[in-house]
């Protein structure tokens, strides 16, 4: 008899450990589809993109000072120098592989959200909150797809300007002797001046993903460190947009391609 209230006692402990975990699950997953998560979500994607743009920023100056050391400084055995550019630009490959897939997640949980934000205006009673709801979605869904569509400009110029990069490893590759380097200097000249176009552009990207990351955070910064309401930086973003180096990037993209 004993035994077996011990057996029925350790059932029923395991039961309630169990129910427990089950009922601690549950809560778990209804706190994390509360609408907020979501934007946050959507907030912790766009920084990390802007985070991760700034890697490949990071990149393109560290390729090009691997390339310019190549071509103007290199003496003696020019293998090593062609190697620190070699693993540089695989370097810079990689960041941008990288960012492009944080941008394509950005995406999506922003996507998410603003789907989360349309169903939420969608279920409200009283048509002056509702309209509001809607207004204030469309406003920061609008920055949003902004501040997208400049990604998406610039990434079609730093995809061109690593293909040239490429290229010139690859002619570098075969003929890596004093001719051989002397030869490409003009294309180096080149691409050097068309990175510092499209650094500008990636490093006011990054800033403004990252500013949209903060305004959809569910963090918000004493009003000492407020930089204006969401109405302001969306304007700003648009103003920058409109003087961006947008116009430059597309040159840029018809000269690599020139060359």
Known sequence: MKTSALNNAGMLLRALQISTCVLTL????????ASYDKAGAAS?????????????????????????DLINNASGDLRPHFERFNTS?????????????????????????????DKESASMNF?????????????????????NQRYHQNQAV???????????RTALGTDLTAGGVQSVKPLAENARQNAQK???????????????GTRMSTYVMPASQSQGGVGDTTQS????AESSPSGQIRMTNAQLQGQ
């Open 44 to 68: 912790a994607s766009l920084r990390r993109a802007a985070l991760d743009i700034n890697v490949e920023n990071r990149m393109i100056d560290v390729t090009m000072a691997s390339l310019d």
């Open 26 to 33: 549950a809560w778990m997953s209804g706190c994390a589809s």
């Open 89 to 117: 630009l695989n370097g810079l490959i990689d960041a941008s592989n990288r960012a492009e897939k944080s941008a394509a997640r950005a995406k999506e949980k922003s996507a998410d959200y603003f789907k989360t934000w």
């Open 158 to 168: 730093v995809e061109p300007l690593i293909t040239y990069l490429k290229d010139i």
């Open 198 to 212: 499209v650094q500008t552009a990636l490093a006011q990207l990054s800033d403004e993903l990252a500013a949209s």
């Open 237 to 240: 973003t648009q103003q920058r």
């Open 127 to 147: 048509e002056a909150v509702r309209d509001q709801s809607v207004a204030r979605k469309t406003e920061v869904s609008n920055e949003f797809n902004t501040v």
